[in-house]
Nanobody, 118 residues
Framework: QVQLVESGGGLVQPGGSLRLSCAASGFTFSTYAMSWYRQAPEKKRELVATISRFGVTLNYTDSVQGRFTISRDNTKNTVYLQMNSLKPEDTAVYYC???????????WGPGTQVTVSS
């Protein structure tokens, strides 16, 4: 059974940091590109960052460039999102996504809430 389970979300003050984790199981993690998406209230889901199956960072959305870092540990089947200098506009539900190298399989986690507020 495929599972993606996000953790690490919560309430943080502006300028603070959080580290999200996504633990994967039920598929060959090392053959999947991993991404973080987010969806703020009344907004479309947007891609935040992607890391290839080889650990190469493919992209960051402009609004998080220089503040967020995506990484993965294939020995732990886990992908991370380090978020620094958080802003209120980063408030959203953050979702973990896995996509196979041939794009034939794709999985989503249930999401974790990140709230940036004083």
């Amino acid at each position: 059974q495929v599972q993606l389970v996000e953790s690490g979300g919560g309430l943080v003050q502006p300028g603070g940091s959080l580290r999200l984790s996504c633990a994967a199981s039920g598929f060959t993690f090392s053959t999947y590109a991993m991404s973080w998406y987010r969806q703020a209230p009344e907004k479309k889901r947007e891609l935040v960052a992607t890391i290839s199956r080889f650990g190469v960072t493919l992209n960051y959305t402009d609004s998080v460039q220089g503040r967020f870092t995506i990484s993965r540990d294939n020995t732990k089947n886990t992908v991370y999102l380090q978020m620094n200098s958080l802003k209120p506009e980063d408030t959203a539900v953050y979702y973990c996504n896995a996509r196979s190298y041939d794009a034939k399989s794709e999985y989503w986690g249930p999401g974790t809430q990140v709230t940036v507020s004083s």
